[in-house]
């Protein structure tokens, strides 16, 4: 139980062009969930906070219009980097939180690897 | 701001020897620690945690140690095999849910 999907793996686009990354909770509920990056060799940040319903709470320093979130329904949040850059190339992990769970355990996603070119 | 932070960057082990993988915290709110594994090229994995209340947590293979005295945590691995190669991180929370993530050690095992 408690499995967190991400589509895709990996994907390759042309600079200047936006990408979408899909999370999901595949047998959970997940109110929360939250969107990670990582380079190479480095741990996970945070970006932000996905709030089913409502709008994303975003970290201090990044930027909001650029990594724009959707989390429509308890089982699917949304990632879409706008304007894709080579700098935003990193491995993108999503989390979730089972609603129904003690309400603090993280779900972790196998990740998302964005090459920008 | 507060960060969590890894003494060591690399820990090579022998294959069967004892792991032990160190980390220190600095906010003092911290109340839960999460110990994760990543293997390349995928998404953390769950190892162990442990609430600040306790000092000591098992699991299979696993040991957590808390010192909220000198805010230092520690993951101890039993008999380090070479499926145990991987990138370690721990975590902690203040509440609120988000975590913070350590720098991460990088576990090698020699045959």
């Known amino acids: 139980g408690a499995v967190v999907s991400q589509h895709p793996s990996w994907v390759i686009c042309k600079s200047g062009t936006s990408v979408k990354i899909e999370c999901r909770s595949l047998d959970f509920q997940a109110t929360t969930m939250f969107w990670y990056r990582q380079f190479p060799k480095q741990s996970l940040m945070l970006m932000a906070t996905?709030?089913?319903?409502?709008?994303?709470?975003?970290e201090q320093g990044v930027e909001k219009d650029k990594f724009l979130i959707n989390h429509a329904s308890l089982t699917l949040s949304t990632l879409t980097v706008t304007s894709a850059h080579p700098e935003d190339s990193s491995f993108y992990i999503c989390?979730?939180?089972?609603?129904?769970?003690?309400?603090?355990?993280?779900?972790f996603g196998p990740g998302t690897r964005l090459t920008v070119t | 701001g507060e960060s969590v932070g890894l003494h060591l960057p690399t820990l090579s082990v022998q294959e069967g020897d004892n792991s032990i993988i160190n980390c220190a915290y600095s906010n003092s709110a911290s109340d839960y620690f999460i110990w994760y594994k990543q293997e390349s090229g995928k998404g953390p994995q769950f190892i162990i945690d442990?609430?600040?209340?306790?000092d000591k947590r098992q699991g299979q293979r696993v040991t957590v140690l808390l010192n909220k005295t000198v805010k230092h945590l520690s993951l101890q691995i039993a008999a380090t095999q070479p499926g145990d190669s991987a990138v370690y991180f721990c975590a902690e929370s203040g509440g609120g849910n988000k975590l913070t993530f350590g720098t991460g050690t990088q576990l090698k095992v020699e045959l």
């Open positions: 442990i609430r600040s209340n306790m």
């Open positions: 989390s979730a939180i089972n609603s129904g769970g003690a309400g603090y355990e993280q779900y």
């Open positions: 996905s709030n089913e319903g409502s709008k994303a709470t975003y």
